[in-house]
């Protein structure tokens, strides 16, 4: 298992769909998670630190946990399985709870993701992923190779783009 970080999150041209770069700490290597357009915005308005006058899901969440006296400590991507990747949130309770137990949840990579952005905690992917889905991050490439043509298009990617696209979505809803 290792530590990763968000890059960026990008637009796949092709599917009209926001994709999440998570960079793998220690190696040259990069995972691309597909996530839904109301979740990639509650990702980028975490990632920039914009807080809304009343809270989102994801602020509710956060407010159970402490709520019922655990806080968020990681999140683990720990499985893909047909093209779907699986993750857990694990909460530890605090000092004042009376439970001794860690708790480990099913949860959806993009909502964990927007979790753990929030809460500044650690992101760690199993060494499954990273060995079968991760995509190299080097600068010196072959240009004919399909990793590249993907690194090609992450890197022209315009954020703009995705804002535009996320704010004609809200304006349609």
Do not use: Q
């Given at each position: 298992m290792k530590k990763a970080i968000v890059g960026n999150i990008l637009l796949d041209k092709i599917h009209n769909s926001p994709v999440v770069e998570l960079k793998v700490e220690e190696?040259?290597?990069n995972v691309y998670i597909w996530i839904g357009?109301?979740?990639?915005?509650?990702?980028?308005?975490?990632?920039?630190?914009?807080?809304?006058?009343r809270p989102l899901t994801h602020d509710l969440i956060l407010k159970t946990y402490d709520i019922f006296k655990y806080q968020l400590v990681r999140i683990v991507i720990s499985e893909i399985n047909a093209g779907t990747y699986y993750s857990k949130v694990i909460l530890e309770p605090h000092a004042d709870?009376?439970?001794?137990?860690?708790?480990?949840?099913?949860?959806?990579?993009?909502?964990?993701?927007?979790?753990?952005?929030?809460k500044n905690v650690p992101i760690y992917i199993?060494?499954?992923?990273?060995?079968?889905?991760?995509?190299?991050?080097?600068?010196?490439?072959?240009?004919?190779?399909?990793?590249?043509?993907?690194?090609?298009?992450?890197?022209?990617?315009?954020?703009?783009?995705?804002?535009?696209?996320?704010?004609?979505?809200?304006?349609?809803?």
């Open positions: 190696i040259k290597r357009a109301c979740e990639a915005w509650a990702l980028a308005m975490a990632m920039e630190h914009i807080e809304i006058e709870n009376p439970s001794e137990g860690i708790i480990e949840m099913d949860c959806r990579p993009s909502d964990a993701l927007v979790l753990a952005v929030k199993s060494s499954d992923i990273i060995v079968n889905a991760s995509v190299e991050d080097t600068p010196d490439y072959n240009k004919d190779s399909e990793t590249n043509k993907f690194k090609e298009f992450i890197e022209t990617f315009n954020v703009e783009e995705l804002k535009k696209y996320l704010e004609e979505k809200n304006e349609d809803s």
